[in-house]
C-alpha cells in the first residue's frame, strides 16, 4: 500500500470516528434524550453500571428473582457455562469486597469482573500486591464464605473486543523464584462475555420478551433508558445501522476492493494492520501522559504540604508517599492513624482507608462520615472492613478532588476540636 493510500486511509478511518462518535446521531422524528447520557464522563464508570446490573438481578417479582433468572439461564444456554442446574439465592452485591458484581447461592458464587471502561487488570505485582485480581477475589469468597474452588465461577465482562484477563491477574508471588496460578482450576468455571455481544442483546430481549413487567413503569423506563444508553456507547442499536453501512462502502471504495477475494483480504489485513499501529502509538502516548499527570500531582502535593497547606498534618510524618500511580498521606485524624489515598486500581479513586486494612473501622472517624458525606454529596460510605469512604474520579479533577477531600476532613477535625474543647 503506498504512503498516500496509507494516509488517505488514516483520514478516512478518523472521519469515521468523528462520525461515529457523535452523540446526537437521531433521526428527525426522534428527540434524542437520555437521562444517563447527561452524566458527566465519569458518571457511567464501572461501577456504576454494576450498580445498574446488581439491581436488575435483585429484582422479586411474584416469589421470582425475574432478571436473575433470566441472566443465570443466558450464562447456561447460550454461553455454555457449566453452572448448577438449580441456584437458590442468598445475596447479590455491588463493589463489596472490592468485587464488582458477586453473586451468592447456596449451590455456588458467581464472581463478575466489569471491564466496560477498559480497566486494566490488576497483577501479581512486588510493588503494589503479590497477588492479582482475580486470585485475591476467589480467596476472599472462599475464606469469607466458605465456597470451594469447585463451586465459584467467573465471569470476565469485557467492553466490545474478546481479550483474556492478564496471567498475572490469577497468580500470586510466592518469592522472586515462584509463582502460583490458580488459572487451571477454574478452565471450565470461566468464561468471557462483552456488553456488546451479551448484555446489550441481553437487555434487548428482556425487553422485547416483556420480561420486565409492564405493570411498573419506572422499572421499564429505566430497562428502556439502559438500552438506549448502551446502544449509544456501544454503536450497536438500529440507528447506527445506515451509518455503518455508508462506513463499509467508504472503506470498500478506499481500499479499492476488487472481485479477487483473496488480494480483497490481503488488502483489508493491510489496512487493519496500520490501524493497530495507530491505536497502540496512541496508547502508548495517552500512558506517557498518565505517568505525566502523577508526577505533575506529586510535585504539586509536596509543596503544598511543605507550605502546611493543611494544618492537621504534621510535616515531618505525612509527607506524601508516591508509588507509581499511587499517593498516600499518612495522617493522624481524631487520635485515629489513617490514609488518604489517591490511587489507580479498577478506576482513579480518591479515599481514606485503615492503616491496617484488617483492623476494624475507628469508631472516631466513623461517626464523621456523615458530615464527610454532607460536604461531598457523591461520596461513597458504604460499609467495608477496609475504607471509610470514597470517589471515582477522572485524571481532569483528580487532584482537585483529592484536595477537596482534605479541606473537608479538616474543617471536620478542626469543628470537632473546638466542639471538644
Known sequence: MTAIR?????????????????????????????????????????????????????????????FLNHFISFLRTTIELK?????????????????????????????????????????????????????????????????????IFVVYLVRDRYHEPDERSWEKIINEKKRISIKSKY???????????????????????????LNEPLLYSALVQYEDYLGNELECNKKYEAMNN?????????LDLNGNVVENYLKVQDALNNIDNLYNSLEDLENRCIDSIWKYWADELSEMIKANRWSFFTYEEYLPEINNHTIEINASILGCPI??????????????????????LQKEIVVIREDIKRAI????????????????VDYTNGLEQFCQLL??????????????A
Open 6 to 66: 496509507k494516509s488517505r486511509l488514516q483520514y478516512i478511518h478518523f472521519q469515521c470516528l468523528t462520525i461515529k462518535t457523535t452523540k446526537i446521531g437521531y433521526s428527525n422524528d426522534r428527540f434524542g434524550f437520555n437521562l444517563l447520557a447527561l452524566l458527566p464522563s465519569n458518571g457511567m464508570n464501572e461501577n456504576t453500571h454494576s450498580r445498574i446490573f446488581t439491581h436488575l438481578c435483585s429484582y422479586k417479582y411474584d416469589g421470582e428473582y425475574t
Open 407 to 420: 479541606d473537608v476532613i479538616e474543617e471536620i477535625v478542626n469543628v470537632k476540636s473546638v466542639s471538644n
Open 83 to 151: 453452572l448448577p442446574t438449580s441456584i437458590s439465592l442468598i445475596d447479590i452485591t455491588a463493589e463489596k469486597q472490592r468485587i464488582d458484581v458477586l453473586i451468592r447461592a447456596k449451590e455456588c458464587a458467581i464472581i463478575i469482573e466489569n471491564k466496560v471502561k477498559n480497566a486494566i487488570d490488576q497483577i501479581a505485582d512486588k510493588s503494589a500486591t503479590n497477588a492479582g485480581q482475580l486470585y485475591r477475589y476467589i480467596g476472599e469468597v472462599k475464606s469469607k464464605f466458605k465456597y470451594t474452588d469447585e463451586q
Open 246 to 254: 455508508r462506513l463499509t462502502e467508504l472503506l470498500m471504495e478506499e
Open 377 to 392: 454529596p457523591d461520596i461513597d460510605i458504604d460499609e467495608c472492613s477496609r475504607t471509610y469512604a470514597y470517589k471515582i
Open 339 to 360: 490514609v488518604l489515598y489517591l490511587v489507580k486500581e479498577d478506576d482513579l479513586m480518591v479515599g481514606m482507608e485503615n492503616v491496617d486494612a484488617k483492623a476494624r
Open 187 to 213: 478452565e471450565n468455571r470461566f468464561c468471557v462475555i462483552s456488553y456488546k455481544d451479551a448484555i446489550y442483546p441481553w437487555i434487548c430481549n428482556l425487553l422485547d420478551s416483556n420480561c420486565s413487567n
